[in-house]
């Protein structure tokens, strides 16, 4: 399992020469999985740069949505596979609230938000109703769980051969009313995973008056992390006015609540061009790539 950070933004796409490091697109992570299969987390803004590579090969992709919002589904028009002709492509939202979220990545291309009608695609789109039985039928393990978030959306866990990793953005931890799904709940969920993918938006200062909005403190974040056990984390989904250098201080802060809880989790700031190479556990590497050296 190859995972790569195409957006890392939350809310909106936040461009600019103070989100240059980290990354100002909207969430995209892209999972190429040991079988070429390649499954796709969000279609924010990061999606176009993934489709620009996409395009090269004629791999099956599978787009797996946390929900509709528009900064999960915004991408969706300007990713390159949707283009071409004879293209298998297939999309699933999995929630309750699937029906809706479905019709929101579909129904931007209406002519009026977009000029480009999605029924007048040339690629075979197939919109997956039955989610639990198309994700049972796949070479790769898939738990969803309800996130907590206005709306509603899902948590992804998938496993292949021994390794997983948990996708879980757009989640308040510790929301003001009765959560879909408790904390215990998600340390169960991520337990041992060897990527935690968090949302992480949040700071102390936010709080109180964005308690509710259905996104996470970073701190609650690390404990998860440290409760659940996970290998790994991915602090996701930014805060649009997060700068480069506040991202740079959590990194330090980061590095010493792990230390302080003598924890060996490799703790990441989600970064556009972050790779997480896990196809084989014991060769297990980070790596950061290029997205723009060729263009
Ligand atoms: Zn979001
Ligand atoms: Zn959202």
């Not at 701190?219 to 506040?246: C, F, G, I, W």
């Not at 556009?272 to 290029?290: N, S, Y």
């Amino acid at each position: 399992m190859l995972v790569t950070f195409y957006g890392v933004r939350g809310s909106i796409a936040a461009p600019g020469p103070k989100t240059i490091k980290y990354g100002g697109n909207t969430s995209c992570v892209h999972v190429r999985l040991n079988t070429g299969n390649n499954v796709i987390f969000d279609a924010g803004t990061g999606i176009r740069e993934l489709g620009i590579r996409m395009v090269q090969n004629d791999e099956p992709l599978l787009l797996l949505l946390s929900h509709g919002h528009w900064d999960h589904i915004q991408g969706y028009p300007f990713f390159g596979p949707i283009y071409q002709p004879s293209r298998e492509i297939r999309v699933c939202q999995g929630v309750d609230t699937n029906e809706v979220a479905l019709k929101a990545i579909l129904e931007q291309m209406d002519g009026s938000n977009f000029p480009v009608h999605s029924e007048d695609l040339p690629s075979k789109i197939t919109t997956v109703q039955e989610v639990d039985d198309y994700l049972n039928a796949q070479s790769f393990h898939t738990v969803r769980k309800h996130l907590n978030h206005p709306g509603g959306g899902n948590a992804y866990r998938i496993e292949e051969d021994g390794v997983s990793i948990a996708y879980i953005t757009d989640n308040e931890l510790d929301p003001p009313n009765a959560p879909q799904t408790t904390y215990a709940e998600w340390v169960d969920f991520c337990q041992g995973v060897d990527l935690l993918i968090h949302d992480a938006q949040y700071i102390e200062k936010d709080m109180p008056a964005k308690h509710g909005w259905g996104h996470s403190l970073i701190s609650q974040v690390r404990q998860l992390a440290v409760d659940a056990q996970v290998k790994n984390l991915a602090m996701y989904h930014h805060d649009p006015e997060r700068t480069d250098s506040e991202l740079d201080e959590i990194a330090i802060e980061s590095a010493n609540f792990f230390k302080s809880k003598n924890s060996v989790i490799g703790s990441y700031i989600a970064a556009e061009g972050l790779v997480f190479d896990l196809t084989a556990r014991k060769d297990f590497r980070v790596t950061t790539i290029d997205l723009y050296e060729n263009q």
